[in-house]
């Protein structure tokens, strides 16, 4: 299912209102005198339909992120999710079941502290592997889905509570690694669940090939405390619109990968062009159970899926994302149809003059 | 076609995919960026080293915005070095490219 299966925190919550009028006074006290350093509002807006196995639904979606600057070195940044989940009645019943959530997605505070080194404090997405942290937003996303072993968390939700290091730890003209490291404590707060742990990642990035390399780390330190390992490989070549990503992860009880390709040609009048537009994606997915224990999010079985997608790239940050899924596994195999539009925003939290 | 069979040729068909695509290497002349708004689209050809970063770190993850207002234009590039782990000179690239 959408988003839950992603990891995400969605949880019906007055809480989050007082959360997001706390994120507006930010934006308000944040500093307004830096010409180019104004907070934004950004995000995506969307409408999903989704008929998994026979089964359909039909979600409205607003993910906002805001992001304000405080002076020359801090951001706070946050992002939520709002959506409606609407499905016929089943047993030969007329109209429509539907419940809604929302909740928020990560609230953290970054400080720029040198070159090499930024801290982050608050509930951050953990970033293992590149899925949660970067392809997750809805206007990201080629897939309504994210790969299954997304759901290999760790954390119920998704993200940490507590602090991480990051930055570039080295850059030459040829290559450049970054890394990160955070801690996050046990809660239980509606809003900030998260799980004891502690994890990092390092990335190697090799500009002239544009291919990124990278291995994750990650230890639970709650209950019965298990290791998780994942290695990520990107590749874009030089001069084309083509896309590999790649992911394994590793936990205690099962593994998987995703492999994931996409494409739009230069061929007809580039990018913009009505062709130029069109966008087509392929992901192949498999995930294998190690044991019987099936304390993961993975499925309880192996499964094997493949992805094939037709996303077209409208004018005006708008994208329509369609798919069609085969999943292969012994509790069952099914059709995943999906298809959606979304559309992307990004603008200054109020008016002002130009710089 | 059972599962197995679907499989390989899912993979087949990716790898014959991929290989075509890739191999068509653009031909075509980019079309010439303005700033804040043609100049993020991905067609364009790398023109100095703020471009450059551009398309290597952002673009890597996301399509590019079709524009925005330079108000904003300091607040994405410390959102972008906090998530993509830029340097301190790709942050300054990056700005400048965004407001020559």
Same mark, same amino acid.
């Given at each position: 299912?959408?988003?839950?299966?992603?990891?995400?925190?969605?949880?019906?919550?007055?809480?989050?209102?007082?959360?997001?009028?706390?994120?507006?006074?930010?934006?308000?006290?944040?500093?307004?005198?830096?010409?180019?350093?104004?907070?934004?509002?950004?995000?995506?807006?969307?409408?999903?339909?989704?008929?998994?196995?026979?089964?359909?639904?039909?979600?409205?979606?607003?993910?906002?992120?805001?992001?304000?600057?405080?002076?020359?070195?801090?951001?706070?940044?946050?992002?939520?999710?709002?959506?409606?989940?609407?499905?016929?009645?089943?047993?030969?019943?007329?109209?429509?079941?539907?419940?809604?959530?929302?909740?928020?997605?990560?609230?953290?505070?970054?400080?720029?502290?040198?070159?090499?080194?930024?801290?982050?404090?608050?509930?951050?997405?953990?970033?293992?592997?590149?899925?949660?942290?970067?392809?997750?937003?809805?206007?990201?996303?080629?897939?309504?889905?994210?790969?299954?072993? @997304? &759901?290999?968390? /760790? %954390?119920? #939700?998704?993200?940490?509570? =507590?602090?991480?290091?990051?930055?570039?730890?080295? +850059? *030459?003209?040829?290559?450049?690694?970054?890394?990160?490291?955070?801690?996050?404590?046990?809660? @239980? &707060?509606?809003? /900030? %669940?998260? #799980?004891?742990?502690?994890? =990092?990642?390092?990335?190697?990035?090799?500009?002239? +090939? *544009?291919?990124?390399?990278?291995?994750?780390?990650?230890?639970?330190?709650?209950?019965?405390?298990? &290791?998780?390992?994942?290695?990520?490989?990107?590749?874009?070549?030089?001069?084309?619109?083509?896309?590999?990503?790649?992911?394994?992860?590793?936990?205690?009880?099962?593994?998987?990968?995703?492999?994931?390709?996409?494409?739009?040609?230069?061929?007809?009048?580039?990018?913009?062009?009505?062709?130029?537009?069109?966008?087509?994606?392929?992901?192949?997915?498999?995930?294998?159970?190690?044991?019987?224990?099936?304390?993961?999010?993975?499925?309880?079985?192996?499964?094997?899926?493949?992805?094939?997608?037709?996303?077209?790239?409208?004018?005006?940050?708008?994208?329509?994302?369609?798919?069609?899924?085969?999943?292969?596994?012994?509790?069952?195999?099914?059709?995943?149809?999906?298809?959606?539009?979304?559309?992307?925003?990004?603008?200054?939290?109020?008016?002002?003059?130009?710089? | 076609?059972?599962?197995?069979?679907?499989?390989?040729?899912?993979?087949?068909?990716?790898?014959?995919?991929?290989?075509?695509?890739?191999?068509?290497?653009?031909?075509?002349?980019?079309?010439?960026?303005?700033?804040?708004?043609?100049?993020?689209?991905?067609?364009?050809?790398?023109?100095?080293?703020?471009?450059?970063?551009?398309?290597?770190?952002?673009?890597?993850?996301?399509?590019?915005?079709?524009?925005?207002?330079?108000?904003?234009?300091?607040?994405?590039?410390?959102?972008?070095?906090?998530?993509?782990?830029?340097?301190?000179?790709?942050?300054?690239?990056?700005?400048?490219?965004?407001?020559?």
């Amino acid at each position: 299912m959408l988003r839950m299966t992603l990891g995400f925190k969605i949880r019906a919550s007055a809480h989050i209102i007082r959360l997001f009028l706390f994120a507006l006074a930010v934006l308000a006290s944040a500093h307004r005198g830096a010409a180019q350093d104004t907070p934004l509002i950004s995000g995506g807006v969307g409408f999903f339909n989704s008929t998994n196995a026979g089964n359909t639904s039909y979600i409205p979606i607003f993910e906002p992120l805001l992001a304000a600057p405080l002076g020359q070195h801090v951001l706070v940044e946050s992002r939520a999710a709002l959506l409606e989940f609407v499905s016929p009645k089943g047993g030969n019943q007329s109209g429509y079941d539907h419940s809604h959530f929302i909740g928020l997605t990560y609230l953290q505070g970054d400080y720029v502290a040198s070159r090499h080194f930024t801290i982050v404090a608050g509930d951050y997405l953990i970033p293992f592997n590149t899925y949660l942290e970067r392809l997750s937003p809805i206007w990201i996303g080629n897939f309504q889905d994210g790969p299954i072993i @997304a &759901n290999l968390n /760790f %954390s119920s #939700s998704g993200s940490g509570l =507590g602090g991480m290091i990051r930055g570039n730890a080295m +850059q *030459r003209s040829k290559y450049s690694i970054d890394y990160n490291y955070y801690y996050s404590a046990r809660s @239980a &707060n509606e809003q /900030f %669940s998260a #799980s004891r742990g502690s994890g =990092g990642r390092t990335s190697l990035y090799l500009p002239e +090939q *544009r291919l990124e390399v990278g291995l994750s780390y990650y230890r639970l330190l709650q209950g019965t405390h298990e &290791n998780f390992y994942g290695t990520h490989v990107w590749w874009e070549p030089k001069d084309t619109a083509f896309r590999l990503r790649s992911e394994f992860a590793r936990g205690q009880h099962a593994e998987g990968y995703w492999v994931e390709a996409d494409y739009r040609t230069k061929a007809f009048r580039g990018l913009e062009s009505a062709i130029g537009r069109i966008e087509p994606v392929f992901r192949m997915q498999q995930t294998f159970r190690l044991d019987t224990i099936a304390s993961d999010g993975l499925p309880s079985v192996n499964t094997q899926r493949a992805d094939f997608g037709l996303d077209y790239n409208l004018p005006h940050n708008t994208r329509i994302i369609t798919s069609y899924a085969r999943q292969f596994s012994a509790s069952g195999n099914r059709n995943v149809w999906e298809t959606g539009i979304v559309y992307r925003f990004l603008s200054p939290a109020w008016k002002g003059k130009h710089p | 076609m059972n599962s197995r069979h679907f499989l390989y040729v899912s993979l087949v068909l990716a790898a014959v995919s991929a290989l075509a695509l890739a191999a068509q290497q653009s031909s075509t002349p980019a079309t010439q960026p303005t700033k804040h708004s043609a100049a993020l689209k991905q067609a364009a050809q790398p023109q100095d080293e703020g471009e450059r970063i551009f398309q290597q770190n952002c673009a890597r993850c996301h399509n590019a915005p079709e524009g925005f207002s330079p108000r904003i234009s300091g607040t994405i590039v410390r959102h972008m070095r906090v998530r993509a782990s830029l340097s301190q000179h790709d942050e300054e690239q990056l700005l400048r490219f965004f407001n020559p």
